[in-house]
């Protein structure tokens, strides 16, 4: 076989490889782009119900600040004290030492 030929036999070779490359990364950009779009176009689904037994609002430090459960409403501060909670026996405030500073009377 010629050198020439063989050069030639090779180049077309890499040029069909390149080629298929080309098309398959094409084809992964194409899905990669419409993923996101299929999901922006989906309307969202709202649950009826939603089931729990508390909820926490915890800061981006990681410190419970806000909770509701069965035995009420609760509030902490920065420092994770307790300031205000709301419960089935009243309402009741705290400094920032977690000391009551008033507190409705009990029914």
Do not use: C
């Not at 084809?27 to 939603?50: F, S, W």
């Not at 089935?88 to 009990?106: A, C, F, K, L, Q």
């Amino acid at each position: 076989m010629n050198k020439s030929i063989a050069m030639e036999s090779r180049l077309d070779k890499l040029e069909q490889d390149n080629r298929r490359l080309k098309l398959a990364l094409g084809l992964l950009l194409l899905v990669l782009t419409a993923i996101p779009l299929v999901g922006a176009v989906m309307p969202q689904q709202t649950p009826e119900m939603i089931t729990a037994q508390g909820f926490y609002v915890i800061d981006e430090n990681g410190t419970r600040r806000a909770g509701m459960n069965a035995a009420g409403i609760a509030y902490w501060d920065y420092n994770g004290a307790p300031r205000v909670m709301m419960h089935t026996d009243g309402i009741r405030y705290n400094d920032e030492n977690g000391s009551v500073i008033w507190s409705t009377p009990p029914r």
